[in-house]
């Protein structure tokens, strides 16, 4: 249920910052998402088309997953999450509580659980795109 908050806050952001810079009209809206936030893109997409302003009537939503990066606090070797070495139950943990990397990964490199993550949590406005007032 938490896309639809994140939906209505990329709406009003969107809405707000199109009227302080003098948009007539906003045609694009980018959206980056963290890969460890958890976030099903079919229902933020959904709720996102819903909540449109008439200011943004016509415009697109773009979401982007920021892949999850990370780097040992040990010997500072950085690394992507690759998902498709993960069993289901361990993805499933980390995707749903992000702090849970720390139980299930460790560092490829000298093994140490001790890693902060760099990449890949939270939820921002990437660019807005649109059409000035004449």
């Not at 302080?20 to 694009?28: K, Q």
């Amino acid at each position: 249920m938490h896309e639809w908050a994140l939906a209505e806050g990329v709406i009003k952001t969107a809405d707000k910052f199109a009227e302080e810079h003098g948009m007539e009209e906003v045609t694009e809206v980018r959206i980056a998402i963290g890969e460890l936030q958890q976030i099903e893109h079919e229902i933020i997409e959904f709720a996102l088309d819903q909540m449109r302003t008439p200011r943004m009537k016509n415009a697109k939503f773009v979401i982007d997953t920021v892949p999850a990066a990370f780097k040992c606090r040990k010997c500072g070797q950085e690394w992507k999450l690759d998902t498709g070495k993960l069993d289901e139950e361990t993805g499933e943990a980390i995707h749903f509580v992000p702090e849970m990397a720390h139980v299930y990964l460790k560092c490829p490199n000298c093994g140490s659980p001790d890693f902060e993550v760099t990449e890949g949590r939270g939820v921002w406005l990437a660019s807005i795109k649109g059409r000035k007032r004449d």
